[in-house]
């Protein structure tokens, strides 16, 4: 029976491995991108759809799930440099036939996200009261961050460890079942909600639990869905912490954490000189407009996702042309989507902030930022899809540089300097500096990332 099995796995195995390395590229990309569009969109209207019930509260509870986020972030990171470093590594593997090491990078990257998130829990609840007020939390809002967070971190281990199922199935080429534990989720929270927080009067503390429920559901169905097919089946007993999986993981996923922390900082650095340049409007301008790029961003990133696979998989395989092939293809339909969403949008500016917001002062903020970022909103498509490239293929520092780019080398000095030059002008166009100098920092990394590919290229 267990041969008959075996046999069964490694005939799918062996369909996986065609359909990844003779699949026309553009199909293939285009079958792998869809399901993750669809996850990152849901997502981000997810996490719209929870602010709006907890609107629904009071002021004090908005600001409290608002200050909270940050944990959750911290949350998400440590799964995304997890799934990321452990995913890269597995898809890499595969790509080179080696499915004995694949299986322990699985378990490996498993085990150590729910350590982490254990850990993080624990300590977390053990330092609510200062997490609290080192998140910002004033003493009318403290009882209902608490009651937020408490939630929140119980459900720390299982929130990072799905995060790495999902990347991990999605790397083996598995964004359709991927998609369906990510949007399971989703859509359970979304009916949660508002049963929790109004029709058991459990309020905040509902939409917490409603988050947490939900994020285990996702867990099991996509832990069910390491054992459906060729996937790489989870077994705890095949973790092995080494110092060489240890640094695979560290190389593949430092990209996605230095990228989640830096915009956390960069964020708040911009939200803090808005303040004190302008005030509430300032603050409340360039925030729309950071929701706005987004969402927009949400469909670039899921479009990104599905080419980390095809770059990861491929490389592994020793195919660099289809490597290459699938990054031009993403660049070229991922810059015209944008520039069709820039032109849209600067024509439209003043009508998209006063949707979010109708202030006259806020809309005339956030229209010239918005403005401003579209000018280069384009050349995000190049930016991204290198530093995605990069780090699915194992190039950990290069990918590390341009992750930390645009938030860190550039836009968290670009702030500061030019609002400090220029005032409020100065903050308005200091994204789409950053945005242009990331562009230019990127196209000599990727070359130089080319030239080592032609190099060990043996393909006619």
């Not at 609290?132 to 937020?148: E, F, H, N, S």
């Not at 930022?369 to 780090?391: D, E, K, W």
Request: hydrophobic share 50%.
């Amino acid at each position: 029976m267990k041969e008959k099995q075996q046999s069964s796995a490694d005939e799918a195995r062996t369909k996986r491995y065609i359909y990844m390395t003779e699949t026309p590229v553009p199909k293939l990309v285009c079958e792998l991108s869809v399901p993750t569009i669809i996850s990152m969109l849901v997502s981000s209207l997810y996490n719209m759809a929870d602010t709006f019930f907890v609107g629904r509260i009071s002021t004090a509870a908005t600001a409290a799930v608002g200050i909270s986020f940050s944990v959750m972030s911290i949350i998400q990171a440590l799964g995304f440099f997890c799934g990321h470093g452990s995913g890269n590594y597995v898809s890499r593997k595969l790509g080179a036939g080696d499915t004995s090491e694949a299986s322990e990078m699985a378990a490996t990257g498993f085990v150590l996200s729910f350590l982490l998130g254990l850990t993080f829990s624990v300590t977390g609840l053990l330092l609510l009261d200062p997490l609290v007020r080192l998140l910002g939390a004033t003493d009318t809002i403290i009882p209902d961050a608490k009651a937020y967070l408490r939630f929140i971190l119980i459900g720390a281990p299982f929130m990072c460890s799905q995060l790495v199922i999902n990347n991990q199935l999605r790397f083996q080429g598995s964004a359709a079942y991927a998609m369906v534990g990510l949007v399971s989720g989703a859509v359970i929270n979304i009916g949660l909600d508002p049963i929790f927080i109004f029709r058991l009067h459990m309020g905040v503390a509902g939409a917490a639990l409603a988050t947490i429920l939900s994020q285990l559901i996702s867990f099991c169905i996509l832990f069910i869905g390491t054992y459906q097919g060729p996937n790489i089946h989870l077994h705890i007993k095949n973790a092995r912490f080494t110092r060489h999986y240890f640094l695979e993981i560290v190389n593949g996923g430092f990209p996605s954490l230095a990228r989640q922390g830096l915009n956390a900082v960069s964020t708040m650095v911009l939200n803090t000189t808005a303040g004190l340049i302008g005030g509430e409007a300032a603050i409340a301008g360039m925030s729309v407009v950071t929701r706005v790029m987004m969402l927009s961003y949400a469909a670039l990133i899921g479009f990104g996702q599905g080419f980390q696979p095809v770059v990861s998989f491929n490389y592994g395989a020793g195919l660099y042309r289809r490597v290459k092939d699938a990054f031009w293809f993403c660049v070229k339909y991922g810059t015209i989507l944008l520039s069709i969403f820039a032109v849209v949008s600067l024509g439209f500016a003043p009508v998209i902030i006063r949707f979010f917001r109708d202030d006259p002062d806020v809309v005339a903020i956030g229209t010239v930022a918005l403005r401003f970022q579209n000018l280069v909103f384009p050349l995000a498509a190049t930016s991204v899809m290198s530093s995605m490239m990069l780090q699915s293929s194992g190039s950990g520092v290069k990918a590390s540089i341009l992750s930390a780019a645009r938030s860190g080398l550039f836009l968290i000095p670009f702030v500061l300097i030019f609002s400090h030059f220029f005032g409020m002008l100065g903050l308005e166009f200091s994204q789409a500096v950053a945005d242009a100098c990331t562009f230019l920092i990127t196209i000599p990394i990727t070359i130089s990332f080319f030239q080592e590919m032609d190099q060990k290229s043996t393909e006619p």
